[in-house]
């Protein structure tokens, strides 16, 4: 059998072979449009592809008809949705945490002549739909006429915005390199559906324009323009910041053309931002149901305020999050951390949280939500006396069940954990298990409420006693060859660490009062539930400029809050034992202070006086933290009710500045300090400037921005930080040793005005 090329570079993994038998189907033009309760429904036909020489027709006689619901939000909103596994369009769910102001709009739909148009109340042009017949002077023998595709174009925040139009993007008419709508059907052997197939992964695709440039996805270590790759939406642990993988993937991207779209989904997908065909955006789901936001906006903020508004906007942590915090891998005894506390304070390092990671059970790594009664013998005293000190307690675990752990056989008879298909109802649809080197027996099962309640109740008992955070780490993979009680594994792997942090996050607020997690994964919506780091970057100069970029991604993600260890988690080249260079420690702690919240972790000691040659001046940016937590608690508030994350990449300010969408290793720390981190060893960078003259916060020194500073030089002591002339700073006027001697109140403005000369630290 002879097979044609469909795409000409294949997004679809479209396989007409005889194993899989996969026929794949185009969408026709559409036959009716009509109003219903508001929203506009589309009857498109969809036509089978012939497997057959290119250049003859590409269509079967064979054809069946879906429906495209459109329906318009306020605040510049369309949503596209069909399905073809009858799926229903929902308007609450996991991912989804619509703000009170994010009412529905009637749309209204005209016609003549083929061409549709269709407005809301206002009577602003919402989408427009053209059926007329192609007109053709001539065309070749040789040739198949146009096949007619749905010609939709939508104007999201009206008919005065930028429109964005599906992308019937193909050489010749069987040739295709994008499809505006399209599926793939299965041969199943199920007799029940027709022909024995069943629908499996469908497409849709956006035309793309030259020089558009794309950012977000997630917590993407990639360069900041997105443009010419294709990402495969699947978490998983990311093993460093400097690879494809992701701990967080989020189903939403930004262009520079001033829309976002939001693939409201948590099934495995793919997208490629003008990679596979550069005139076109294309999705891919591996389930045949397509659920699309279109976003649009006159600025970045204002289309990441309205993300927030569809999904949920990030909730303030508390203040003392915001100090220091101390950790490494690991602390083993409730000895071991008083003395690092005690020396703490008697040598002046101001520091609030004390974080002990997985060496606080009976065995290490062996997490079961208990301490080792011999190395911390107290654990309620232990916590209490820290607390006197002024320190939280953070605490390590992670959602899974090791064997040999107390709790198995109580989460295993109530199926408080997934469990093998052996002992389920029936057998999983999933793949190989991804945790035989880790031998745990189960993953705690968050689609049970039974399950999510027993676990809640295992972090109460620490909460309790005076612990004040959970570090929910993992949760980018699940148990693919177990059974769960509501999802499949590849339904329920990407919105694990949705149901995992929610459930953390709940009862740590419902216990202290305080709402926040320490968290590696996400997924769309988990911004809600702050805050998340990094994972495992290397201690090296490319492991700090992969976190950095990964951050203001995930900031161009709805995340308003993002941390990473400090001065990188792993050694390099031996993973636990090399030494990390001075001249690191001291650049990463300063990228650290001019981060929402700043840890320092690692598989060595972090601790400052172990770094003696530089340890004074590590306690002299610790003091400047302090010294700007009110600006920072500022910029967290106005975070928490906008579309600002805290860390932001210089093209929410500069939309316009094409420079801005490629600048990934300089940002704004809030909106008014210009942060540019010193990433080599060689004490010098350059410097991107927009317009406008530029303060430099540390030397007073005046710059023309509009420019370049070529090899900028740096000692090691500083940081080019840069404000504009008259940016007021909010700075605490006194050295504290943690936030529990923080009146805010006593906050006093420094004004960068022409006496200015720099801020002494």
Same mark, same amino acid.
């Not at 072979?17 to 309760?37: C, D, F, M, N």
């Not at 704004?668 to 060893?681: A, D, K, N, Q």
């Not at 927009?690 to 005046?702: A, C, L, M, Q, Y």
């Not at 906050?747 to 000369?757: E, G, H, M, S, T």
């Given at each position: 059998m002879k097979q044609t090329n469909y795409h000409l570079f294949d997004f679809m993994d479209f396989d007409p072979g005889l194993k899989r038998r996969e026929s794949l189907w185009?969408?026709?033009?559409?036959?009716?449009?009509?109003?219903?309760?508001?929203?506009?429904?589309?009857?498109?036909?969809f036509q089978k592809q012939k497997l057959q020489e290119d250049m003859a027709p590409d269509m079967e006689a064979q054809q069946e008809e879906y429906t495209l619901r459109l329906r318009a939000y306020r605040h510049g909103v369309l949503r596209l949705f069909i399905s073809m596994e009858g799926d229903a369009m929902e308007e609450q769910t996991d991912m989804l945490g619509m703000s009170d102001d994010m009412g529905r709009e009637a749309l209204r739909v005209d016609g003549q002549g083929g061409l549709y148009t269709m407005a809301d109340g206002q009577g602003r042009t919402r989408a427009t739909l053209d059926c007329r017949p192609y007109v053709l002077d001539h065309w070749s023998d040789l040739l198949p006429p146009p096949q007619p595709a749905p010609r939709l174009v939508f104007y999201p925040d009206g008919d005065m915005g930028k429109p964005v139009a599906l992308s019937d993007d193909h050489f010749s008419p069987p040739r295709y390199d994008a499809l505006p709508v399209g599926f793939v059907k299965v041969a199943s052997g199920d007799t029940s559906t027709p022909a024995g197939e069943r629908c499996e992964r469908a497409t849709i695709s956006f035309h793309c324009e030259p020089g558009e440039c794309f950012a977000g996805t997630g917590e993407r270590f990639r360069k900041m323009d997105l443009s010419g790759q294709t990402f495969q939406l699947k978490n998983q642990d990311g093993q460093g910041v400097n690879n494809r993988r992701a701990y967080k993937n989020i189903p939403f991207y930004l262009s520079s053309r001033m829309y976002g779209a939001f693939y409201h989904t948590s099934d495995y997908c793919k997208l490629s931002l003008a990679d596979h065909s550069t005139r076109s955006v294309q999705f891919l789901c591996d389930r045949a149901t397509l659920d699309v936001f279109l976003i649009g906006g006159a600025t970045p903020e204002s289309i990441l305020h309205t993300y927030r508004r569809l999904t949920g906007f990030p909730s303030m942590p508390p203040l003392w999050s915001f100090g220091i915090w101390m950790s490494r891998m690991t602390y083993f005894s409730a000895?071991?951390?008083?003395?690092?506390? =005690? =020396?703490?304070?008697?040598?002046?390092?101001?520091c609030d949280v004390i974080h002990l990671d997985t060496g606080w059970f009976r065995t290490d790594w062996l997490c079961e939500w208990k301490f080792n009664p011999e190395r911390f013998p107290d654990p309620e005293g232990f916590v209490r006396r820290l607390k006197d000190q002024g320190y939280r307690v953070s605490l390590w675990q992670?959602?899974?069940?090791a064997e040999g752990a107390e709790q198995l056989a109580e989460a295993k008879s109530n199926r408080y954990i997934s469990v093998s298909p052996g002992e389920g109802e029936k057998a999983a649809q999933g793949g190989e298990s991804n945790f035989s080197a880790l031998d745990y027996a189960g993953t705690i099962d968050f689609t049970y409420d039974k399950a999510t309640e027993w676990y809640k109740g295992l972090l109460k008992k620490l909460l309790d006693m005076g612990v004040k955070c959970i570090k929910t780490d993992f949760g980018e993979n699940i148990h693919m060859d177990h059974v769960y009680h509501a999802m499949t594994p590849r339904q329920?792997?990407?919105?694990?660490?949705?149901?995992?942090? =929610?459930?953390?996050?709940?009862?740590?607020?419902?216990?202290t009062g305080d709402g926040i997690v320490w968290a590696r994964s996400a997924w769309a919506g988990c911004q809600r539930y702050p805050l998340h780091w990094g994972g495992d970057s290397a201690s090296s100069w490319d492991g700090m400029a992969g976190s950095l970029r990964g951050g203001l991604h995930l900031g161009l993600s709805g995340f308003a809050f993002w941390s990473h260890d400090v001065p990188g988690f792993h050694s390099v080249p031996d993973f636990m034992n090399s030494p990390v260079g001075d001249d690191i420690y001291i650049r990463w702690t300063q990228f650290g202070v001019f981060s929402s919240h700043m840890r320092y972790h690692g598989t060595s000691k972090r601790e400052p006086w172990c770094y003696p040659a530089v340890a004074p001046l590590v306690k002299r940016w610790w003091n400047l933290r302090y010294r700007l937590l009110p600006y920072l608690i500022e910029q967290s508030r106005l975070a928490t009710r906008s579309g600002y994350p805290v860390l932001q990449a210089m093209l929410f300010h500069h939309p316009a500045d094409r420079v801005a969408w490629h600048i990934d290793d300089q940002y704004y720390f809030g909106t008014e300090m210009l942060v540019c981190p010193v990433m080599s060893g060689d004490n010098k960078r350059d410097i991107y400037l927009p317009e406008g003259i530029w303060v430099n916060f540390f030397t007073g020194e005046r710059h023309e921005g509009a420019r370049w500073l070529y090899g900028y030089e740096v000692p090691l002591h500083q940081m080019p930080v840069f404000v504009h002339p008259g940016t007021v700073i909010k700075i605490y006027p006194e050295e504290v040793e943690c936030t529990d001697g923080m009146d805010l109140e006593k906050a006093v403005d420094l004004k960068i005005d022409k006496d200015f000369k720099g801020y002494r630290i």
């Amino acid at each position: 059998m002879k097979q044609t090329n469909y795409h000409l570079f294949d997004f679809m993994d479209f396989d007409p072979g005889l194993k899989r038998r996969e026929s794949l189907w185009k969408a026709w033009q559409p036959t009716t449009v009509k109003e219903e309760g508001g929203d506009i429904i589309i009857a498109i036909p969809f036509q089978k592809q012939k497997l057959q020489e290119d250049m003859a027709p590409d269509m079967e006689a064979q054809q069946e008809e879906y429906t495209l619901r459109l329906r318009a939000y306020r605040h510049g909103v369309l949503r596209l949705f069909i399905s073809m596994e009858g799926d229903a369009m929902e308007e609450q769910t996991d991912m989804l945490g619509m703000s009170d102001d994010m009412g529905r709009e009637a749309l209204r739909v005209d016609g003549q002549g083929g061409l549709y148009t269709m407005a809301d109340g206002q009577g602003r042009t919402r989408a427009t739909l053209d059926c007329r017949p192609y007109v053709l002077d001539h065309w070749s023998d040789l040739l198949p006429p146009p096949q007619p595709a749905p010609r939709l174009v939508f104007y999201p925040d009206g008919d005065m915005g930028k429109p964005v139009a599906l992308s019937d993007d193909h050489f010749s008419p069987p040739r295709y390199d994008a499809l505006p709508v399209g599926f793939v059907k299965v041969a199943s052997g199920d007799t029940s559906t027709p022909a024995g197939e069943r629908c499996e992964r469908a497409t849709i695709s956006f035309h793309c324009e030259p020089g558009e440039c794309f950012a977000g996805t997630g917590e993407r270590f990639r360069k900041m323009d997105l443009s010419g790759q294709t990402f495969q939406l699947k978490n998983q642990d990311g093993q460093g910041v400097n690879n494809r993988r992701a701990y967080k993937n989020i189903p939403f991207y930004l262009s520079s053309r001033m829309y976002g779209a939001f693939y409201h989904t948590s099934d495995y997908c793919k997208l490629s931002l003008a990679d596979h065909s550069t005139r076109s955006v294309q999705f891919l789901c591996d389930r045949a149901t397509l659920d699309v936001f279109l976003i649009g906006g006159a600025t970045p903020e204002s289309i990441l305020h309205t993300y927030r508004r569809l999904t949920g906007f990030p909730s303030m942590p508390p203040l003392w999050s915001f100090g220091i915090w101390m950790s490494r891998m690991t602390y083993f005894s409730a000895g071991e951390v008083e003395a690092i506390c =005690r =020396r703490m304070r008697d040598e002046h390092y101001p520091c609030d949280v004390i974080h002990l990671d997985t060496g606080w059970f009976r065995t290490d790594w062996l997490c079961e939500w208990k301490f080792n009664p011999e190395r911390f013998p107290d654990p309620e005293g232990f916590v209490r006396r820290l607390k006197d000190q002024g320190y939280r307690v953070s605490l390590w675990q992670l959602p899974y069940v090791a064997e040999g752990a107390e709790q198995l056989a109580e989460a295993k008879s109530n199926r408080y954990i997934s469990v093998s298909p052996g002992e389920g109802e029936k057998a999983a649809q999933g793949g190989e298990s991804n945790f035989s080197a880790l031998d745990y027996a189960g993953t705690i099962d968050f689609t049970y409420d039974k399950a999510t309640e027993w676990y809640k109740g295992l972090l109460k008992k620490l909460l309790d006693m005076g612990v004040k955070c959970i570090k929910t780490d993992f949760g980018e993979n699940i148990h693919m060859d177990h059974v769960y009680h509501a999802m499949t594994p590849r339904q329920l792997n990407n919105i694990y660490s949705l149901l995992y942090q =929610r459930a953390a996050y709940e009862i740590t607020k419902e216990t202290t009062g305080d709402g926040i997690v320490w968290a590696r994964s996400a997924w769309a919506g988990c911004q809600r539930y702050p805050l998340h780091w990094g994972g495992d970057s290397a201690s090296s100069w490319d492991g700090m400029a992969g976190s950095l970029r990964g951050g203001l991604h995930l900031g161009l993600s709805g995340f308003a809050f993002w941390s990473h260890d400090v001065p990188g988690f792993h050694s390099v080249p031996d993973f636990m034992n090399s030494p990390v260079g001075d001249d690191i420690y001291i650049r990463w702690t300063q990228f650290g202070v001019f981060s929402s919240h700043m840890r320092y972790h690692g598989t060595s000691k972090r601790e400052p006086w172990c770094y003696p040659a530089v340890a004074p001046l590590v306690k002299r940016w610790w003091n400047l933290r302090y010294r700007l937590l009110p600006y920072l608690i500022e910029q967290s508030r106005l975070a928490t009710r906008s579309g600002y994350p805290v860390l932001q990449a210089m093209l929410f300010h500069h939309p316009a500045d094409r420079v801005a969408w490629h600048i990934d290793d300089q940002y704004y720390f809030g909106t008014e300090m210009l942060v540019c981190p010193v990433m080599s060893g060689d004490n010098k960078r350059d410097i991107y400037l927009p317009e406008g003259i530029w303060v430099n916060f540390f030397t007073g020194e005046r710059h023309e921005g509009a420019r370049w500073l070529y090899g900028y030089e740096v000692p090691l002591h500083q940081m080019p930080v840069f404000v504009h002339p008259g940016t007021v700073i909010k700075i605490y006027p006194e050295e504290v040793e943690c936030t529990d001697g923080m009146d805010l109140e006593k906050a006093v403005d420094l004004k960068i005005d022409k006496d200015f000369k720099g801020y002494r630290i």
